[in-house]
Antibody, heavy 120, light 110 residues
Framework: EVQLVQSGAEVKKPGDSLKISCEGSGYTFTSNWIAWVRQMPGKGLECMGLIFPRDSDTRYSPSFQGQVTFSVDKSISTAYLQWSSLKASDTAMYYC?????????????WGQGALVTVSS | QSALTQPRSVSGSPGQSVTISCTGTSSDVGGYNYVSWYQQHPGKAPKVMVYDVNKRPSGVPDRFSGSKSGNTASLTISGLQAEDEADYYCCSYAGSYTWVFGGGTKLTVL
């Protein structure tokens, strides 16, 4: 069974750094792109970008370029989303999602989400 | 790129049909046959209901169907059931490994 399991909720202060994780299981982790998706409180979904675990090829959506960093550790089938200096506006639920590796283009499995709260 | 445009809310009675529209541009919805629709219940992760405009993943009821005309895609849910009440998001590939979502539509089953 394919699963994406994300790390738990975080409460941070503005200026803090943070790294959240997404562990894949039940499939070959290096065969599918992993996307990160933001959902701000009461708002819609936004694709932040994707990373390909096999070679760490990374594609950031323009709005998120330079604001966050994606990485992976293939040895433990885990993808990461990182901030170096959090802002209050980073408060949101963050989902990882697996992109299918066929000729179709969509996200077939999603993590349970990780709530990040940034408040002084 | 800008979010795709969806109605904020739609409603229907059990057994009825509802259609949710999703309007983009020729750079996203109109340019690719890669529109997907996601259902999100409160406090839950999104779940894909339709992909590549009109394909259904296994396990999704055939009450859910998708279509596209020009820059507008649509999701139709027929035979509405109480469990269909949720938020629905469209998503389109926009080229160069970028995806754009709609603002979401809240479906209320009366």
């Amino acid at each position: 069974e394919v699963q994406l399991v994300q790390s738990g909720a975080e409460v941070k202060k503005p200026g803090d750094s943070l790294k959240i994780s997404c562990e894949g299981s039940g499939y070959t982790f290096t065969s599918n792109w992993i996307a990160w998706v933001r959902q701000m409180p009461g708002k819609g979904l936004e694709c932040m970008g994707l990373i390909f675990p096999r070679d760490s090829d990374t594609r950031y959506s323009p709005s998120f370029q330079g604001q966050v960093t994606f990485s992976v550790d293939k040895s433990i089938s885990t993808a990461y989303l990182q901030w170096s200096s959090l802002k209050a506006s980073d408060t949101a639920m963050y989902y990882c999602a697996r992109h299918v590796n066929s000729g179709d283009l969509y996200f077939d499995y999603w993590g349970q989400g990780a709530l990040v709260t940034v408040s002084s | 790129q800008s979010a795709l445009t969806q109605p904020r809310s739609v409603s229907g009675s059990p057994g009825q049909s509802v259609t949710i529209s999703c309007t983009g541009t020729s750079s996203d919805v109109g340019g690719y046959n890669y529109v997907s629709w996601y259902q999100q219940h409160p406090g839950k992760a999104p779940k894909v209901m339709v992909y590549d405009v009109n394909k259904r993943p296994s396990g999704v009821p055939d009450r859910f169907s998708g279509s596209k005309s020009g820059n507008t895609a649509s999701l139709t849910i027929s035979g509405l059931q109480a469990e269909d009440e949720a938020d629905y998001y469209c998503c389109s590939y926009a080229g160069s490994y970028t995806w754009v979502f709609g603002g979401g539509t809240k479906l209320t089953v009366l």
